[in-house]
């Protein structure tokens, strides 16, 4: 139960193309969502989060739509960018503290 | 405004020795939580630091402890070391004991390479 299922594990984009990341979660306790995005090397950081009193939302060129009854949700990518090349992560968290189960990460390939 | 900052950024170290992890939290934040991350595979919850002490536990062994100091700057320490705790270990930090949305911040993590 406090598994998050990320698919797919790899995706390879041409430029200009929509990236979509998704994600399933069993605990309907949790209530954060956030995305995290990490470069080779480097710690994650976060991109965009949503709480599940909302269906989407939207920062630039990243939207995560959040589906509540499929306990489901997905990281879009617009207009995807050679630097978007990186592994995302999402992950999922209760109300006790932040402690967040994260997803087993997807490696994107942006193609020039 | 300086971020999460961990040191030594990387470091080899022998089965069965022991190692100690440092991690200051960005200015301003708490809370401190530590996470291991094995080549290929999403951050794993190590646990939790608020106000000096341990809040929150994942599935690891009692060779993994911690401790917060007063300055919110906190410490892992891992004893026994195995093979398999070969991993990038990345201290996490936010801004409120509990209660989730609060934006977590990642440092640029240590690198454990145990032989």
């Known amino acids: 139960q406090q598994q998050v299922k990320q698919s797919p594990q790899s995706l390879i984009v041409q430029k200009g193309g929509i990236s979509i990341i998704n994600c399933a979660y069993e605990n309907t306790a949790f209530d954060y969502f956030p995305w995290y995005q990490q470069f080779p090397g480097k710690g994650p950081a976060l991109l965009i989060a949503i709480r599940p009193d909302v269906s989407e939302k939207k920062e630039g060129r990243f939207t995560i739509s959040f589906n509540k009854s499929a306990k489901q949700f997905s990281l879009h990518i617009m207009d995807s960018q050679p630097g978007d090349s990186a592994t995302y992560f999402c992950?999922?968290?209760?109300?006790?503290?932040?402690?967040?189960?994260f997803g087993q990460g997807t490696e994107l390939s942006v193609k020039p | 405004d300086a971020g999460v900052t961990q040191s030594p950024t990387h470091l080899i170290k022998t089965r069965g020795q022991q190692v100690t992890l440092r991690c200051s939290p960005k200015s301003g934040h708490d809370t401190v939580s530590w996470y291991q991350q094995a080549l290929g595979q999403g951050p794993q919850f190590i646990f939790q630091y608020y106000e000096e002490e341990e809040r929150q536990r994942g599935n690891f062994p009692d060779r993994f402890s911690g401790h917060q100091f007063p300055n919110y700057s906190s410490e892992l320490n891992v004893n026994a070391l195995l093979l398999g705790d070969s991993a990038l270990y990345l201290c996490?930090?936010?801004?409120?004991?509990f209660g989730s949305g609060n934006t977590i911040y990642f440092g640029e993590g240590s690198w454990l390479t145990v032989v």
């Open positions: 996490a930090s936010s801004e409120r004991g």
């Open positions: 992950a999922a968290s209760r109300d006790q503290g932040g402690k967040l189960i």
